[in-house]
Every structure is written in structure tokens, then in C-alpha cells.
């Protein structure tokens, strides 16, 4: 449900008002940069990228259509944009993460065996059937609980936790290789 504050932010901004842009924007900016910056662990590139979400919101203002929380839209947008990234800069990677990784001991080994985990992340996610991705992003990426999601795709709880046990079984077999190294996986 959104809540009326929201549906008049998002009238004004159909309305090419500015002003409630800046409203969301301010309001929405640091959850949309978190949801980057765990993708994307490099402040600047983060930063751009969750600047790009609101003006990729402006733009297409008039064709959105908002049913549930502002705030989790935004942020799956920054999700997309952050893989999006990923994925057309396969260079992105061994100097970026080693840069977040420099206030922690990590070696070179550590820091490319995390790249290679989050592209076979990356791979397993985009390999799952799309109700079982979608109940997936909704739970790791969005936070919400099974019965949010339930509600909010309209399944039962019991539908939500088959879809999130095939999830990371998927996930565990894609990651196996790496599972003795001292990679932090947040999604197990």
C-alpha cells in the first residue's frame, strides 16, 4: 500500500514538479545508495550509480506506476542499475574492491575469488525461474519478510518459503567452489 504523502509526491512529480523530486530524492537517496554501495563496494561508482536511479525516476515519471512503497521500488532500481553495471563493466572489479577492501587484510586471492563468488551470484540469480527470482530479490535485496512478500505477490507464505529454499539451494550449489575461502556471503 502506498501511503497518500507518497501518491501527492508522485502526482506533483507527474506534474513535472521538481521540488517533489527533490522531497524523494532527499527522502530515498541513502537506502538507494546502500542497496548499491553492497553491490557496487566502491563509493564513487555507488554515488554515480544512485544518482542515475533518480534521474532515470525523472525521466520516466510519466510512464511509472507505483502500487506498493516508493522506497522499495527506489531501491530495486539501484539494484538493477548496480548489476546492470556489473555485468556491462566486466572490468569492474580487482582495483574497486581491493580499494574497499584496503582497510581489511585481504590478499589478491581473496579479493578475486569475491569477484568471481558475486559473477557466480550473479549467474545463479539470473538462472532462477522468474517467480522464484522475484520471491529471492524481494527477500535478500528489498528485506521484506515472507509475509510481506506473500502479500505483496499475492502467494502463500508457504509458496514464499519453497521459492527462497530452491533459491539458496541453487545458490549454494553455484557457490560451492568458493565455499572454503573467506569470502563473507550475505545471502546465506
Request: proline share 2%; charged share 25%.
Amino acid at each position: 500500500m502506498i501511503d497518500n504523502k507518497t501518491v501527492i509526491l508522485l502526482k506533483r512529480l507527474k506534474a513535472n514538479d521538481q521540488k517533489a523530486l527533490k522531497v524523494i530524492f532527499q527522502e530515498h537517496y541513502p537506502a538507494v545508495f546502500r542497496a548499491t554501495f553492497r553491490l557496487i563496494p566502491n563509493k564513487a561508482i555507488a554515488e554515480d550509480l544512485t544518482q542515475d536511479v533518480f534521474l532515470r525516476f525523472w525521466e520516466k515519471r510519466h510512464q511509472i506506476n507505483i502500487e506498493d512503497a516508493l522506497g522499495a521500488y527506489l531501491r530495486r532500481m539501484g539494484i538493477n542499475e548496480a548489476l546492470g553495471f556489473i555485468r556491462k563493466n566486466n572490468k569492474y572489479n580487482f582495483e574497486e574492491v581491493a580499494e574497499h577492501h584496503s582497510a581489511t587484510i585481504c590478499s589478491s586471492e581473496d579479493i578475486y575469488l569475491e569477484l568471481e563468488l558475486q559473477n557466480e551470484i550473479n549467474k545463479a540469480i539470473d538462472s532462477l525461474p522468474t517467480g522464484c527470482r522475484t520471491v529471492f530479490m524481494l527477500s535478500r535485496f528489498e528485506q521484506l519478510s515472507y509475509r510481506e512478500i506473500s502479500k505483496k505477490l499475492n502467494i502463500s507464505p508457504k509458496t514464499v518459503e519453497n521459492h527462497i529454499s530452491k533459491a539458496l539451494k541453487r545458490m549454494r550449489i553455484a557457490i560451492n567452489a568458493y565455499m572454503g575461502c573467506s569470502v563473507i556471503f550475505f545471502f546465506l
